[in-house]
């Protein structure tokens, strides 16, 4: 029943590796987020998807990339992780996009520890 | 605005008071506005939000507040419960084609029984 889920909730890795984080929503939402909240809290977007169509992709290394197969899903693969890409990340969606004022749900989150 | 400082802003009150959690943002042209709840261990939770066209709104024990003339937000929460313990994010919609949320960095409300 949960409306927006991401897995895994927690991912230790070695620094290098290459890892992927799942999101799925069932709200039938057309937009959806990747967030990046790092030690202090402070909560920045990545991505943003419409629909499968990049709409926002801030300033991000391209080590990230996004992929959404359809609307309900977008998941994040990062390549050779280093030590400041460990945050928590989180999923989120909105029935339109944000331009509409639409306000998100979010995920439960993924605690990222690269060592 | 973006999130600057060390230190995540904390207020502590005690079970039954009111509490009011402020936020100034940064785009005066930012048109839409709302207020999340984050619990240890979860993600953001909406509470409420507000339009620039009102400077007001009620919800089930808690209140929004628009000021744009000087650019600032406030949330206020009655009767504080224990509950209600969490870090509290105000966030701006930048407008513009794409749109954008742009979050605060954060208030910690601590609630002492």
């Known amino acids: 029943d949960t409306a927006v889920s991401q897995t895994p909730k927690y991912l230790v890795t070695q620094m290098g590796n290459d890892k992927s984080i799942k999101c799925e929503q069932n709200?039938?939402?057309?937009?959806m987020y990747w967030y990046k909240q790092d030690s202090k809290k402070f909560l920045k977007i990545m991505f943003s998807?419409?629909?499968?169509?990049?709409?926002i992709n801030e300033t991000v290394p391209n080590r990230f990339s996004p992929k959404s197969p359809d609307k309900a899903h977008l998941n994040l693969h990062i390549n050779s992780l280093e030590l400041g890409d460990s945050a928590v990340y989180f999923c989120?969606?909105?029935?339109?996009?944000?331009?509409?004022?639409?306000?998100?749900?979010f995920g439960s989150g993924t605690q990222l520890s690269v060592l | 605005g973006e999130s600057v400082g060390l230190h995540l802003p904390t207020l502590s009150v005690q079970e039954g008071d009111n509490s009011i959690i402020n936020c100034a943002y940064s785009n005066s042209a930012s048109d839409y506005f709302i207020w999340y709840k984050q619990e240890s261990g979860k993600g953001p939770q909406f509470i409420i939000d507000i339009r620039s066209n009102m400077d007001k709104r009620q919800g089930q024990r808690v209140t929004v507040l628009l000021n744009k003339t000087v650019k600032h937000l406030s949330l206020q929460i009655a009767a504080t419960q224990p509950g209600d313990s969490a870090v509290y994010f105000c966030a701006e919609n930048m407008g513009g084609s794409q749109g954008n949320l742009i979050f605060g960095k954060g208030t910690k409300l601590s609630v002492k029984p």
């Open positions: 998807y419409n629909n499968k169509e990049l709409i």
């Open positions: 989120a969606s909105s029935r339109t996009g944000v331009s509409t004022n639409e306000k998100l749900f």
């Open positions: 709200l039938g939402h057309d937009t």
